[in-house]
T-cell receptor
Framework: EAGVAQSPRYKIIEKRQSVAFWCNPI?????LYWYQQILGQGPKLLIQ????????DSQLPKDRFSAERLKGVDSTLKIQPAKLEDSAVYLC??????????????FGPGTRLTVL | GDSVTQMEGPVTLSEEAFLTINCTYT??????LFWYVQYPGEGLQLLLK?????DKGSNKGFEATYRKETTSFHLEKGSVQVSDSAVYFC?????????????FGKGTKLSVKP
């Protein structure tokens, strides 16, 4: 079974530029998550989708971050404009939701963003 | 709010040594608890989990017991190997409105020397 795919793996940009990350979840997984992992910290949820609808985006800095999952499969996370503090690894995860259970989230390898 | 606290690393052990990584949580209620592992250059992988008090999760020789009284979920392994070198994350999750959103600790880096 193919895992969660993410691209690019690495990205270096200058502050105030824009950047986009792509995620392809495991086939059949309706729930998709984007996490931000700053160096030395644990991942923090940015946004969660159920199919193509947003379940939780309470920690997404909406003035500069946006995400979409138009057809309920692939997802794109965008930052515009980027700030120095956005340097982090951006992780995508997916899970197969089952009501009442805590389902395993499968993580992609992440995209390491460096903002100069 | 809910949070997870892990012992700070890095932890350096010799092969076959006993491992304990402490994890405590703060939450109103009884969430599910997890340990995830991140090997160098790879994504996070679920190592083990426990969904209710007194449950013991186990996998690959690692164990952790959900202790409601001490709000803890310490990770243990009796004899570590070089291949266990990785970063270990403790996490909690609710099945409430967020449908399983994970809250992670800061991670503990383990290095095992031959």
């Amino acid at each position: 079974e193919a895992g969660v795919a993410q691209s690019p793996r690495y990205k270096i940009i200058e502050k105030r530029q824009s950047v986009a990350f792509w995620c392809n979840p495991i086939s059949g997984h309706a729930t998709l998550y984007w996490y931000q992992q700053i160096l030395g910290q644990g991942p923090k949820l940015l946004i969660q989708f159920q199919n193509n609808g947003v379940v939780d985006d309470s920690q997404l800095p909406k003035d500069r971050f946006s995400a979409e999952r138009l057809k309920g499969v692939d997802s794109t996370l965008k930052i515009q404009p980027a700030k120095l503090e956005d340097s982090a690894v951006y992780l995508c995860a997916s899970s197969f939701p089952s009501r009442g259970l805590h389902n395993e989230q499968f993580f992609g390898p992440g995209t390491r963003l460096t903002v100069l | 709010g809910d949070s997870v606290t892990q012992m700070e690393g890095p932890v350096t052990l010799s092969e076959e040594a006993f491992l304990t990584i402490n994890c405590t949580y703060t939450a109103t209620g009884y969430p599910s608890l997890f340990w995830y592992v991140q090997y160098p250059g790879e994504g996070l992988q679920l190592l083990l989990k426990a969904t209710k008090a007194d449950d013991k999760g186990s996998n690959k020789g690692f164990e952790a017991t959900y202790r409601k009284e001490t709000t803890s979920f310490h990770l243990e392994k009796g004899s570590v190997q070089v291949s266990d070198s990785a970063v270990y994350f403790c996490a909690l999750s609710w099945d409430g409105g967020s449908q399983g959103n994970l809250i992670f600790g800061k991670g503990t880096k383990l290095s095992v020397k031959p």
